[in-house]
């Protein structure tokens, strides 16, 4: 079973705790609502090759908010909304109240800076998903 991380500016420090439990936590780890920067992919998926990064809709808050994207493996994205606590922040729902529904907002926002379709964007998510919840290989 996969565990979640919930991480709010103790990146580094969390990455240290993976590097060090080393191969104990041999479990795959999703980090919700991913909010580090692009560095500290590299740094994470070292640190605990059955890593997931989780975007939620407050990402473009982030200041290299497309880098970020663009530095997660495809194989590692997951989307979230993490609603109703962060707000939406898409140019199309800007203020709108946060929904579990609005995980299509946050799927556009990845597909347009990863210059993907939305709905391979939805695809390759949900094989994610079905690889990191339900232990499925999509292979």
Known sequence: KPISLHCVRAYGTLAD???????????KAVLHSFAGSPEMIDTFIRA??????????GVRKLKAWERVLSSIPKERLLLETDAPDQPLVSAERHGAANTPGAVVDVGGIVADCLGM?????????????RSV???EDSS
């Open 17 to 27: 705790m993976l590097r060090e439990a080393g191969d104990s936590v041999s479990m």
């Open 48 to 57: 605990n090759t059955a890593c997931y990064f989780s975007i939620s809709g």
């Open 117 to 129: 379709h939305i709905d391979e964007v939805a695809e390759l998510t949900r094989e994610n998903a």
């Open 133 to 135: 919840f339900l232990n």
